[in-house]
């Protein structure tokens, strides 16, 4: 069982930026693929970025990219989310998922377990 629990959230004006935390409580942590994915109210949730095992090779949407920046470290069981130049439109509950692998490979999908999620409001 992995619980994952996300901080990090908060109200901010656009432009502004934010870091998005999420602890993992499991025993080896480089053994897991994470990922950041994000709901807005009335939508599906979507994918905004991944990371490796190692933390080697990241992934992004192309609505993120440039301004978010996935980061891990394992020795203390977090993965991060630097969000930078905020919109509007990132508007959502932010939450973190990981996926065991025996690969260190970045991934999208698949994953197994998710957090609670931390509440992001960007205002115009």
């Known amino acids: 069982q992995v619980q994952l629990v996300e901080s990090g959230g908060g109200l901010v004006q656009a432009g502004a930026s934010l870091r998005l935390s999420c602890a993992a409580s499991?025993?080896?942590?480089?053994?897991?693929?994470m990922g950041w994915f994000r709901q807005a109210p009335g939508k599906e949730r979507e994918f905004v970025a991944a990371?490796?095992?190692?933390?080697?090779?990241?992934s992004y949407a192309d609505s993120v990219k440039g301004r978010f920046t996935i980061s891990r470290d394992n020795a203390l069981n977090t993965v991060y989310l630097q969000m930078n130049s905020l919109k509007p439109e990132d508007t959502a509950r932010y939450f973190c998922?990981?996926?065991?692998?025996?690969?260190?490979?970045?991934?999208?999908?698949?994953?197994?377990?998710w957090g609670q999620g931390t509440q992001v409001t960007v205002t115009s």
């Open positions: 998922a990981s996926r065991r692998l025996i690969v260190d490979t970045v991934v999208t999908s698949g994953y197994e377990y």
């Open positions: 499991v025993r080896t942590f480089s053994s897991w693929a």
């Open positions: 990371i490796s095992r190692s933390g080697g090779t990241t």
